[in-house]
């Protein structure tokens, strides 16, 4: 079963930085989607940032220049870099593993969250 589990959420000041982690697990030799998204109080979750299995990288415009996304592939792990952080970004931060409708080859259709991890940006 694959899984995925974030970690590294905290509570900061403003202009304050915090690195997130995401190791999925359940699967091996298989080069999956990763990425967070995140879901502030009171509203609906939103992509924040994305590593593609072919290793193209995306970024919500509200994070560009921010936030950096990278990967351990050999740990099938993600990072989430935030800087400059502010009131805005306090949200719950969730990971997602996916395949996308073609799976790589021998591997399983992948779609799975993380519990996410809450992040607070205090002014």
């Known amino acids: 079963e694959v899984r995925a589990a974030e970690s590294g959420g905290d509570s900061v000041q403003a202009g304050g930085s915090l690195r997130l982690s995401c190791v999925a697990s359940g699967y091996t030799n298989c080069r999956y989607g990763m990425g967070w998204y995140r879901q502030p109080p009171g509203k609906l979750r939103e992509f924040v940032s994305g590593?593609?299995?072919?290793?193209?990288?995306k970024y919500a415009d509200s994070v560009k220049g921010r936030f950096t996304i990278s990967q351990d592939i050999d740990q099938n792990t993600i990072y989430l870099q935030m800087t400059d952080l502010n009131p805005n970004d306090t949200a719950k931060y969730y990971c997602k593993v996916y395949s996308g409708t073609r799976p790589p080859p021998g591997c399983k259709f992948v779609e799975v969250w993380g519990r996410g991890t809450m992040v607070t940006v205090s002014s």
């Open positions: 590593v593609d299995p072919t290793g193209d990288t």
